[in-house]
């Protein structure tokens, strides 16, 4: 009886010490991986039409075989500290789970030390706010071991802007409101036109 009581006390102890535990913190990563981008400094990336080509590979200078644990790359675009201020939901926190920098996912691949490269069409459904890219490398557990970005650790260099498509679209959509205002306006006039014809027609 006491070692059933003992062993239910320690499985619950176990399960406790399992679901407390604290996930993968962006502090703890090293940052192993090179990320380059190719946009120009300053360039604007129209959503749904413009492309960029990322490239990532393990930065040499570590040692070789620290990456041995790698399994998959996910390249992500994040928020630069301009386009998260007075916005919570874009915030930045050292724990992984919780943190909201980097919100759309590029690619996901199986991890290679070199020759990586993607030509992105920014997706349509990007808003318009200012970027970087990092690239986060994953366990076979999924877990985050390490990192890249094309961005320095303050977050400030390399960064680039994307152009939502509902700010482009806005004067395309004000015509299409004029026309129709217009077309019910003319349609109206021929309403008015038509019965003044009958009416003196009438009168005749
Ligand atoms: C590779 O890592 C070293 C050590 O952290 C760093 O000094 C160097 O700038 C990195 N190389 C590139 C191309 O980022
Ligand atoms: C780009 O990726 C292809 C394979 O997808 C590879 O063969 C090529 O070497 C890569 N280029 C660079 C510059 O990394």
């Known amino acids: 009886m006491a070692a059933l009581v003992g062993f239910l006390m320690a499985s619950l102890l176990l399960s406790c010490l399992v679901s407390t535990s604290y996930g993968v913190t962006f502090s703890s ?16 990336l ?16 570590f040692p070789a075989g620290m990456d041995s644990a790698y399994k998959t790359v996910k390249l992500k675009l994040c928020y630069a500290a301009i386009s998260q201020q007075d916005r919570a939901w874009r915030k930045t926190d050292d724990k992984l789970e919780k943190d909201k920098t980097c919100q759309h996912n590029i690619v996901s691949r199986p991890y290679s030390p070199s020759n990586n490269n993607i030509t992105w069409t920014v997706k349509k459904d990007i808003p318009t706010a200012t970027y970087f890219i990092r690239a986060y490398a994953y366990n076979s557990a999924d877990e985050e071991v390490a990192y890249g970005q094309n961005t320095d650790a303050r977050k400030a260099t390399n960064l680039f802007q994307i152009e939502a498509i509902s700010g482009r679209h806005a004067s395309l959509d004000i015509a299409a409101v004029c026309f129709s205002a217009f077309s019910v306006v003319s349609l109206f006039g021929f309403f008015f036109l038509e019965r003044r014809k009958a009416k003196s027609a009438q009168l005749k």
């Open 29 to 44: 990563l090293q940052k192993t991986l090179v990320v380059s981008a190719s946009h120009q400094q300053g360039k604007v």
């Open 46 to 61: 129209k959503a749904g039409e413009d492309k960029i080509t990322v490239t990532w590979s393990y930065n040499n200078t």
